[in-house]
């Protein structure tokens, strides 16, 4: 089995940084035993005013990515976090295009695309979220949701390269199965089924070796209890973790479905 990639979104779950020192405390204590650090690739992303903590809390064995980031590298941009700094905080990745900031923030395909070509150009690690809003219900539904699906991937990756593509990551993450939304996910056939059409628009947009080397992930209320039959899938290559990653002990056993033998 190929290795999983698993990605903990925590979103504004933690409140404090005494928060996320016990987190860090509990995680580091567990994740050192139970051998999944080289089983899986995991990456943490917490909102960037705990980026240095988490930096400094070495944990071994896992990555650390930001929420988001502006697309100029430096200059006048009021409250933005831009890619030097990111970087300079340890950051490796970061999550671009998620539903909250497209839905809160006003952000739309224009700036995600701005955001995905100046992350990778800095050679940030772009974890790209996309996803319907609605579950079709009916053929014409399933429509829409295709195309959408591939505009939304047009949209992003217009101006760029192939060789760019190689610090992308895709995630299926189709709104309506975020927690905070139905908190019911996607099942694991779906999920498959959307992951191998956003490869093939891959494969149209750049080729087949491309498209079969890009990692693409599924997220929408992922937990231990249904973590494994999207891991099992050979098709999908991990999982984007909200809500349950916020808890110490729930994201472990969810990194364990991750290196689980059988
Ligand atoms: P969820 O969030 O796991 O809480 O549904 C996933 C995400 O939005 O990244």
Redesign the pocket.
């Known amino acids: 089995m190929k290795k999983k990639l698993i990605v903990a ?1 925590w ?1 504004a779950y933690l409140a404090s940084q005494k928060e996320v020192k016990e987190y860090v405390s509990v995680f580091s204590r567990n994740f050192g035993k139970s051998g999944a650090k080289n089983a899986a690739d995991v990456v943490f992303c917490p909102p960037f005013l705990y980026l240095a903590a988490f930096r400094s809390a070495h944990i071994g064995g896992v990555a650390v990515g930001a929420q988001d980031v502006f697309w100029e590298e430096r200059g006048p941009y009021t409250g933005e976090a831009t890619t030097s700094m990111l970087k300079d905080a340890g950051a490796s990745y970061v999550i671009i295009g ?3 900031r497209r839905r809160y923030l006003g952000e739309n395909d224009e700036m995600v695309s701005k955001k995905l070509r100046g992350a990778l150009e800095a050679k940030i690690n772009v974890i790209l ?1 996309i996803g319907e809003w609605t579950k079709a219900s009916d053929d014409v539904g399933e429509k829409k949701t295709l195309d959408f699906i591939k505009n939304q991937l047009h949209c992003a990756l217009a101006g760029v390269s192939r060789t760019l593509l190689k610090r992308m990551v895709v995630v299926y ?1 189709p709104v309506w ?4 939304n139905s908190g019911i996910a996607d099942t694991p056939e779906n999920a498959s089924r959307m992951i191998m059409f956003i490869r093939r628009i891959i494969a149209k947009l750049y080729d087949g070796h491309t498209a079969r080397s890009l990692a693409v992930l599924y ?4 937990s231990s209890q249904n973590a494994a039959g999207f891991i099992r899938q050979d098709t999908i290559d991990g999982v ?6 916020a808890n110490p002990n729930e994201f472990l056993k969810i990194i364990a479905e991750a290196t689980r033998k059988t």
């Open positions: 979104n979103k998620h539903s909250e979220c993450e199965a975020i927690s905070g997220g929408g209320s992922v984007l973790v909200g809500s349950a990653s």
